[in-house]
């Protein structure tokens, strides 16, 4: 439920860099522990950039899995596996990867250079 | 017309948390502690506000009050003789779900930061979002209620993970449920080893002192941006 949000925000970061041209692909990095349903991404990102420069963009998601390291005894896990308690020694993770929720790149129009 | 990529590489909620750095210097200037107090609606946020803003002796506290819609629980506060700020988000679509930084600094200017030490922000309740995006708060505290049942961490992981504090409230009601505390916190631990918590009842007012205590203790224990 939360795509509605996350959506407004890569529009807003989307929008910054396109700096007044028109947006025809916004490429994002999305880590597993972000909880974000592609399709709902994508129907919401639909919505809000309507009539904006991201009118009809292509969204391409790649999905990043979550990887943790034990802050104790260095050993790495996949949280689906068991949370985020390290299965060795029972100490805390920390996310290496998977909180990822990025602009990666956009594709713009240009004029074409007359000079 | 030619297409062109353009290399970004930045973090979708970058724009919210430069404005939250924003709001936290302002709050720091003014040395005033906050907290963002998230749970799902009805866990009871308010109710332990009315207990807890009561007893702070010196510490002269203030709400700010995160809703989509009226003032219902601003002017519950009212009685306590705290300063309550309303925040309405409904000027969004629909309504928003949350309190995001920049909708925090729009209430900067109604809030008497001169005349508090401790600001409340009770965020619109929900579990989902509020935990996305950081007000420019020092700490998180989020109320799960023994009627929400034992899997909540595990079904809302960002959540849980994201807090300093986790209160479980409505304690008072476990002789009639079949919530199983145990399984509870082994679920916590699962995904936020070790993250401090306390068993509340916000209505018979059982381990309230002990949420006080870390209330007061917060300020000294803040981390006071280089």
Known sequence: ?115 | MHRVKVRVVEDALDANNTIARANRDDFDRHDVTVVNLMSAPGAGKTTLLERVLGGLGDVRAGVLEGDVQGSYDADRLASLHVPVTQLNTDNGFGGECHLDANMVRSALPALPLGEIDLLVIENVGNLVCPAEFHVGEDARIMVSSVTEGEDKPLKYPLMFRTCELVLVNKIDLLPHLEFDMERFLHHLDAVHPGVPRMLVSARTGEGIDAFREWLLELPARREVPA
């Not at chain 1, 880590?31 to 009539?51: C, I, K, N, T, W």
């Not at chain 1, 943790?68 to 790495?76: M, T």
């Open chain 1, 1 to 115: 439920m939360h795509e509605l949000s996350v959506s407004s925000a890569v529009l807003d970061t989307v929008l910054k860099h396109a700096a007044g041209r028109r947006v025809t692909v916004v490429s994002l990095r999305i880590g597993h522990l972000r909880q974000v349903v592609p399709d709902s991404l994508a129907f919401y990102f639909e919505l809000v950039s309507r009539e904006s420069l991201c009118e009809g963009a292509r969204l391409e998601q790649e999905y990043i899995p979550a990887v943790l390291r034990c802050e104790a005894c260095d050993r790495e896990w996949d949280p689906e596996d068991a949370w985020f308690a390290c299965t060795g020694c029972g100490g805390a993770g920390e996310v290496i990867a998977g909180n990822e929720l990025e602009v990666e790149s956009i594709e713009v129009e240009e004029a074409a250079c007359t000079a």
